[in-house]
């Protein structure tokens, strides 16, 4: 798959969050491609208008979408989510979607699924 638009932490590439590349003015087909590193960032909501977006990283071992929000922190649990997904058509592919909040603090959301043909590889 050919990338439209490249995430890179150390700011080398068309953007530095993951949240930049979503909310690119492009409503489809955007195809970022996410350099190694854990990327700290909320919400990360790629919404009903955008369709057909290919999100592919390093290694899920390599490349972590994270956040720490909880429950207990006053935030209801949806509101918990690292990543919410309502467009249509995402895929994704080498990364790993992760709430580093930990048990103790009770319930917590990585990824929030509210859309169609939506389907995740070696994630």
């Known amino acids: 798959t050919p990338y439209n638009v490249v995430v890179s932490k ?3 590439e068309n953007f530095n969050t993951i949240v930049g590349a979503i909310l690119t003015d492009l409503d489809h ?3 970022p491609f996410f350099k ?3 990327y700290h960032e909320y919400i990360i909501r790629v919404d009903k208008n955008k369709s057909n977006i290919f999100m592919i990283g390093e290694g ?3 490349m972590i979408i994270t956040g720490n929000r909880s429950f207990l922190d006053d935030d209801q649990t949806y509101d918990t989510t690292v990543v ?3 467009g249509n058509g995402v895929i994704t592919q080498d990364l790993t979607f992760r709430n580093n909040v930990g048990s103790i603090k009770r319930q917590t959301v990585a ?3 509210e859309a169609d043909l939506v389907s995740f590889y070696e994630c």
Do not use: E, N, S, W
Request: proline share 0%; hydrophobic share 30%; glycine share 16%.
């Open 10 to 12: 150390d700011g080398t």
């Open 29 to 31: 087909d955007v195809k």
């Open 36 to 38: 190694k590193g854990t």
């Open 60 to 62: 899920k071992k390599t």
């Open 84 to 86: 919410g997904v309502l």
């Open 111 to 113: 990824l929030r699924v």
